[in-house]
């Protein structure tokens, strides 16, 4: 079967486009300290680089909420690939174009945050309109590829780096924008579905009148802050804990955290059909509390660390699963439906880490203390779907479906 009429290159071509998404969100951290060093930007100033990269994400999904539909899926997953390429080789190029590095730079992460955001508002309905079988498996399977692609820009990065010194990152960035640049012509090919036909869809009033998607927008919101609550303190954990270099701690903390994260969601989509997916999120929040309090208070580092590890396995599930839940309870919430989860679960990722840091400070920089701070995410992630599973109907569009 061609490319054109076969939905399983649908679904490689959006595995795909979350290794991109992976790209977009850790390449340029890892340069962090090369542009100070060679562009003399002073890192009150570098840090920032980060929460705009994110936050223009987060405007790019609400953006997403009104535009997409009328736009055309693949117009929009399309430009996706290209802003991505553009904004990733720009990294390259930018910087020294510009009088100033530093508006190079922020110029580039626009770029590519634009591609950044679009893919992920976009992927997951993409894929829930495939006509494929187990979409709870797919969608799970999706996910699993952030963290993969995570795991494999760290690593090949720094053997690349390795292999040919730091100063050669300009060549790194230009290799990394191959990928969305080959996906932007896989993308013009394969079939797309949409999820409502014209018409059909559910809009923002009626979204935002039910109190169920308002439970799912929380539920977003503690399955994003689960995740990064730890995950963006990783690698100081593995520093502090292990007392290892800044290297070695970026390879022990964020990558082992990408690899139980991954391996979660490829284990969820070859039991998805066994188990129920309520019951399956509940019983990962309760081993995501035990695996704060092993993280936060063993007294033996390698352990703390492996509680870390433990947490990447128990939120595996919470972001991709949410998102199936919602495609159950609202068959026709459509594009706009995805954006503003996509939203809330962004805004999850930003809090989590800042409440862990804002719990460190207080408790004289202990950051194992300060981590057991985001347990209140998986506790709330837990009241949620009790709250969701004791709601046995939900009306929509004046026909009760049942979860």
Known sequence: MSV?????????????GYIIQAIVNNFAPLLFLTFRDEFGIPLHRITTL?????????????????????????????????FSALGIAGLGILPDLFPNAYTGIIVSILLYATGGGLIEV????????????????????????????HLFVVLASTLFFTAFGIKNWRILAFIWSIVPFINTFYFAKVPIAHLTQEGEQMNLKELFSSKQFLLFILIMVCAGASEQGISQWASAFAEAGLGVSK???????????????GTSRVVYSKISEKIDLNRYMTGCAVLCIVAYSVASFSGNPVISLLGCAMCGFSVGVMWPGSFSLASEKFPKGGTAMFAFLALAGDFGCSFGPTVVGFATSVLNDDLKKGIFAAIVFPVMLIIALWVMKKSKTQKLDNINVKY
């Open 4 to 16: 054109k009429n076969n939905y399983n290159h649908t679904v490689f071509a959006c595995y795909f």
């Open 50 to 82: 980060v929460t705009i990269n994110f936050l223009f994400q987060l405007f790019i999904d609400v953006v997403c909420a009104k535009v997409v539909d009328k736009i055309g899926y693949r117009k929009c997953i399309v430009a996706a690939q290209f």
């Open 122 to 149: 976009l992927v997951s309905p993409i894929v829930e309109a495939c006509p494929i079988k187990n979409k709870k498996a797919a969608m799970s399977l999706l996910h699993s590829f952030y963290c993969w692609g």
């Open 247 to 261: 290297t070695v701690g970026d390879l022990a903390g964020p990558s082992l955290f990408a690899i139980t994260m």
